[in-house]
């Protein structure tokens, strides 16, 4: 069963740096959210403080349910976090890093779990025994995607997944997101390729120096004249009139 978020005057930020000022976002269950916005905007802080990260005020609630403070805590509610940069560690397997992720199941569980993740990435199942320091950027990504499933998240997580990636990669990557969300993930999804989070995602989010700017369902935004000038290149700045 896939899981719902709803957050309300999000304030987060480092220190005495406020980054997030007032965030407000609804995650339906079984929806898949993107966030955009220009780098710098808060897209990967947002997701930070919803992983227990960094300290946040406001009202985040799963299910209704207050978000708890710690990770492990959140992670036990069916909250996955998939970091930009992968942070894998690149002298242990495929295998190891999916048995780091299924930590937290009954031993019982694991082997089998590890199966059923493993069968998702038919590249990572031929290569379930090489280093990850060996693999190329596309394979790692989804490894760190692999190990995130392993706990049967009812939200996911995506911090710039295809960052990095070639095209032909970014394709295949965001096709496996598009599967999860059709398999009932709950997705919330930070991503650089804006015309294809946008036509994959039932609601989207833009976001600029901490703050929302504007909101719709993806299709209609990537159509938009204002989205497209700003984001897809053509110029001018959005219409924050819905913000």
């Known amino acids: 069963m896939s899981v719902s978020l709803s957050v309300r005057g999000l304030r987060a930020g480092y220190g005495t740096l406020r980054v997030l000022d007032g965030i407000d976002l609804e995650v339906a269950a079984g929806g898949l959210i993107a966030v955009v916005g220009p780098n710098g905007a808060g897209k990967t802080t947002l997701l930070r ?3 227990g990260l960094i300290p946040w005020v406001g009202d985040v609630r799963l299910d209704g349910t207050r978000l708890p403070a710690t990770p492990a805590a959140i992670v036990a509610r069916g909250v996955g976090h998939v970091p930009e940069g992968r942070e894998l560690f690149p002298g242990m397997s495929v295998r190891e890093h999916l048995e780091l992720g299924a930590w937290s199941l009954p031993g019982r569980l694991r082997a089998a779990r590890l199966e059923e993740v493993i069968a998702v990435f038919p590249r990572l199942a031929e290569r379930r025994h090489q280093l990850a320091g060996s693999l190329s950027g596309g394979e790692q990504q989804m490894l760190a995607i692999a190990r995130a499933l392993v706990s049967r998240p009812r939200l996911l997580m995506l911090d710039e997944p295809s960052l990095g990636l070639a095209p032909r990669m970014v394709d295949e990557l965001l096709a496996v997101v598009h599967r999860l969300h059709q398999d009932g993930v709950t ?3 930070v991503e650089q390729h804006v015309a294809q989070a946008l036509a994959m995602a039932d609601e989207a ?3 600029e120096r901490g703050r929302v700017v504007t909101r719709g369902p993806g299709p209609a935004l990537l159509a938009s004249d204002a989205m497209r000038a700003v ?3 053509t110029g001018g700045r959005p219409d924050t009139s819905t913000a």
């Open 231 to 233: 984001y897809l290149g």
């Open 187 to 189: 997705i919330l999804l």
């Open 49 to 51: 403080a919803l992983s």
């Open 205 to 207: 989010y833009v976001m």
